[in-house]
């Protein structure tokens, strides 16, 4: 993994810790939102607003079902900010 | 015509399987696109949605969506999913709840979930039924 994959995924795991309020220590690139994150729909939202407010980006509605790991995030962010 | 189950110990998972044992019912569950789940070949519809220590459980003959949601107050995310007729309606958690969960339920019902963008769901112009129990707020959408 490049430095700068690193700091965008740390950024995202920042991100989702605040939000969420989950230890940084158990969110790794391949944690899958719902099952290892254990996030609900309203989790999913807050999180969604919280990137768009972070990267000044609009998600669009259709796209949020693609974010299924904390990897896909990172690679939608890396592709649209 | 629906039925509503409510569980403070199953997961979804296993409240699901206790309601179609309960039916006799043994039919696989399939997945739309969206992940929504359908019972393969039989004419019965469920819903399932969890919060916290609650799972629910709602079956139907015709097509139906459940949500379930401990009341909170997100006022952030208010933008992102209400219209502006809505948004004047909401002044606390007990609203935001309301709003949620009625929304949530009705993508579920379309089966196409938050894609649908829940912004388009205005709640002014729908029947949805809404129930209190507990700390928590469920939505039926049919």
Do not use: R
């Not at chain 1, 490049?2 to 969420?20: A, F, H, M, Q, R």
């Not at chain 1, 969604?48 to 896909?72: H, R, Y």
């Not at chain 2, 916290?52 to 999913?81: A, Q």
């Amino acid at each position: 993994m490049k430095k700068d994959d690193n700091k965008e995924l740390n950024k995202v795991i920042d991100i989702i810790s605040k939000t969420c309020e989950i230890d940084k220590k158990n969110i790794k690139e391949s944690s899958n939102l719902l099952t290892d994150l254990e996030l609900e729909s309203l989790d999913v939202v807050d999180l969604i607003v919280a990137f768009e407010n972070e990267f000044n980006i609009e998600i669009q509605d259709q796209d949020i079902k693609n974010f299924q790991t904390v990897g896909d995030i990172v690679n939608y962010l890396k592709a649209h900010v | 015509m629906y039925k509503l189950f409510i569980s403070k110990k199953l997961s979804t998972k296993d409240l699901l399987n206790k309601v179609l044992k309960k039916y006799n019912i043994k039919s696989n569950i399939i997945y739309n696109e969206f992940g929504k789940p359908f019972l393969k070949n039989n004419e019965l519809y469920f819903s399932l949605s969890n919060s916290k220590e609650y799972s629910v459980c709602v079956i139907s003959d015709s097509n139906i969506g459940v949500d379930i949601e401990y009341i909170t107050y997100k006022p952030s995310i208010l933008n992102k999913i209400c219209t502006n007729d809505e948004k004047k309606l909401i002044h606390n958690a007990n609203d935001f709840t309301k709003m949620w969960v009625k929304k949530e339920s009705y993508v579920k019902y379309l089966g196409i979930g938050l894609s649908y963008g829940l912004k388009n769901v205005d709640t002014l112009k729908l029947d949805i039924i809404v129930k209190k129990y507990n700390d928590y707020y469920i939505a039926i959408s049919m």
